[in-house]
């Protein structure tokens, strides 16, 4: 008998497996880092669970016919076990027959997702570099996280070759100099449970703490309390959803109204400002934006927006923004709104103060700038120049040929044939799942890479099951974080069970081109070479990184400074001349020409105030107080939809359900309580959900965490119930704008009733899957 302590690293933290003879017994946290604990809780169980996919499978209607435009049924046929070889052979003939009859844009692997942590098994890496290799393929472009922010701000502020979020305030500078902290949407430590890469441990609690210590006020702007932590004793101020932009533009309104706007800086650093000034006014359309305008938009007392605005003129003062206010209908508007409001205050650019984004959304961001500047495995070229924004994704399945505007461009819809999945879930991210599934039948074929049976997996044809991330080795370098670690296999993964980058290879092969996949390394030489890049980008910065198979054998691998990450704005204040932003102007742009110029009503030249297409102030809202808003933020016990069913996701549930919070008197009025089951509903969809009251939530909202598994009532049937309680059911599938077209996931009204003879879910049972008579079980 042997027993060990095996560390490694995910997403969400770095933890202890306790290990006998091979096979992993229970999972804790390093003593020195409590606050990942709650996401460790049986992570082990994930490799032995009965949800594992064992052999590869194929749908049982593609096997029969072969590939079919249209006439698909995914999801709603059983899976049937097919061998390795067999299995392998389908996919390289299948990509062979498609990309020779349609061509390579023909095929979809934009595959988005978080996928796991480590450089080298990077499952985005592993099948962007598969398929450039193969000819490429049609991409996805910006992110679900902060789709509407990536395209607008290159434009106000610049960047992101000037690093993302870099000129965010850090929390120590906000702890040393700052005094205001209004945060739109808070910084939820839930959130900061995970960081992009992994990390080694949590501390961005005690950095939020460090700033309520130094006698810095919090100003929580959010329809949900429990957005900033208890200990920064944050005055609360309950928004309406989808309504921040409006707020801020009535600070801005009295800044600019009573003279206490930051001239010097608006003057030397800025371009536009009369303009926003003079819309802000009502010069041009006869409505001030004032803070009474603004109360009856936002629910906001006139007085609060008052006061605030104020203050911020008045101290060093952080406007911060939460990522989730831009993933909604018109979400470029207020993170150029938040630019300009924080570039009158007076702020901008002083040590502690300005403009903030994103602050504890992933762990990293607020504790670091810059980056390790690790290396990771390289992709080639796309030999295919076709894109979509990458929420598109049911538009383009659904209208080939058709064109989108996108950032000033044109696109057509590319006619996809073949889509290819390793490391995401769009069956958790997209919204409009029915929507989602309506397109999804329509390729000929799909092929999805999972470990476990979760609803992408079981909505492909041809499904490869792969080594889940604590079955492979590697090295991990978190996005903001200081640490490079080892990463260790904690069991060896099921025979004959490849890696993704195993299957690849067999592809690849098959293909005609393993050699050059491959580089005649296998899995330990490409980390050693991944390793050895990293070691010598470090030593040109002076540090020496020790030997690879002693870095292996390190617990706690090395903890390293990061390199870049300028502050731009405190550089901009001090001479603009000399330190210009990316913008065409140089300067912030609190009204821009390029966009004004692109002729879009949705996003025009400057921030202004536009009605979402569904909100609490709607005439469907307003004349019925049983509509409600729905949100669906991140989960706090699982990273999105990644193995929902263990007990540290399901300790979040309410009997294997997701929970919607809803206020106490909402409840009462609904007639429901604690415990109880719902459904939720609107014309898109419907779910199953179970009732947790509060009064931590504006009266009219209600909220869902992400990523439960779609459970279909019908398997395969569009409009079916979800039985466990995802909120994409429910979700619009809409553009924010023609400017970035990203997900508008917040913009949601539902109903709600109780639902108590609700059926069963069975989202964490395997699915029934066949083996072909012909050939005996077991047989490889
Ligand atoms: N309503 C609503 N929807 C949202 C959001 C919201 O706020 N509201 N948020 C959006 C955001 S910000 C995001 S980022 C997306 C997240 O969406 P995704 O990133 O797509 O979600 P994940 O659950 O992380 O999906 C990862 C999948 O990859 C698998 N996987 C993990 N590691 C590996 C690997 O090494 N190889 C292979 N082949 N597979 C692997 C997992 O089992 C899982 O199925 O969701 C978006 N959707
Ligand atoms: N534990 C955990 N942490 C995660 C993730 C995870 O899956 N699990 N996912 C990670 C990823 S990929 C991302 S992109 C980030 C996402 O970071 P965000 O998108 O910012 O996170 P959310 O949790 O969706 O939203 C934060 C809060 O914003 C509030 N909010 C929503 N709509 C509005 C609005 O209209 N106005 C205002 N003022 N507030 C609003 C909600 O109350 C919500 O709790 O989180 C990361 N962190
Ligand atoms: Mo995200």
Known sequence: MSTEIRRTTTHWGTFDFTVRDGKAESTG???????????AVGLHETLDHPLRILRPHVRAGWLEHGPRLKE????????????????????????????????DQAVFGGSYGWGSAGRFHHAQSQIHRFLNLDGGYVSSRNSYSMGALEVVLPHVIGGPDTGMFDWSPQWSEIAEHGELFIGFGGAPLKNARVNNGGLRRHSAAEAQRACAEAGVRFVLVSPLREDLAPELRAEWVPIRPGTDTAMM??????????????????????????????????????????????????????????????????????????????????????????ATLAAMTGSMG??????????????????????????????????????????????????????????????????????????????????????????????????VHDSWWTPVARHADIVLPVATPLERDDIAAGNRDNHLLPLRRIQDPPDRMPTDFQAFAEIASRRGFGDSFTEGLDADGWIRRLYAETSARLARRGIQLPEYDRFREMQDGVELPLSGGANVFALLRENPEANPLSTPSGRIEIYSETVADFGYDDCPGHA???????????????????VFHLLSHQPRGRLHSQVDFTPASMATKIDGREAIVIHHEDARRLGVADGDVVKVSNRRGACVAAVRTTDGVRPGVVVMATGGWYDPENPGEPGSLDLQGNPNVLTPDLGTSRLAQASSAQTCLVRISAFPEAPKSRAYEPPVTQRRPDRPAGLV
Request: with cysteine; hydrophobic share 40%.
């Open 29 to 39: 946290a390093p003593p020195d880092d409590p606050f990942g604990a709650p996401l």
């Open 350 to 447: 002083r040590p502690g103060g300005g403009f903030a984004a994103g602050l504890s959304l992933s762990h990293g961001i607020g504790l670091h700038r810059g980056s390790l500047g690790a290396a990771s495995l390289p992709q080639g070229r796309n030999p295919v120049d076709d894109f979509i924004p990458v929420a598109r994704v049911s538009d383009m399945l659904l209208n080939p040929g058709a064109t989108v505007q996108y950032d000033g461009e044109a696109l057509t819809y590319p006619d996809i044939r073949l889509v290819y999945w390793a490391g995401g879930n769009p069956f958790h991210h997209q919204q409009d799942i029915n929507k989602l599934l309506r397109a999804w039948n329509m390729p000929e074929t799909v092929v």
């Open 72 to 103: 698909n049924r995914r999801g709603g046929e059983p899976m049937v076990e097919v061998e390795w070889d067999e299995a392998y052979d389908l996919v390289a003939r299948e990509l062979a027959r498609v990309r020779s009859e349609h061509g």
């Open 249 to 338: 533009l009535a600070m801005a309104h009295h800044l600019a109204s009573t003279g206490l706007e930051d001239r010097d800086f608006l003057d030397r650093c800025c371009v536009g400002y009369e303009r926003f000034r003079s819309y802000v006014l009502g010069e041009q359309d006869g409505v001030p934006k004032s803070p009474e305008w603004a109360e009856d938009i936002t629910g906001v007392p006139a007085r609060t927006v008052r006061e605030l605005a104020e203050a911020s003129a008045g101290r060093r003062t952080v406007i911060s923004l939460t990522w989730s206010i831009q993933r909604a209908h018109y979400g470029e508007q207020p993170y150029w709104a938040g």
């Open 608 to 626: 202004v105030w536009m009605a979402p297409s569904e909100w609490l102030g709607s005439a469907e809202a307003q004349a019925d107080q049983d």
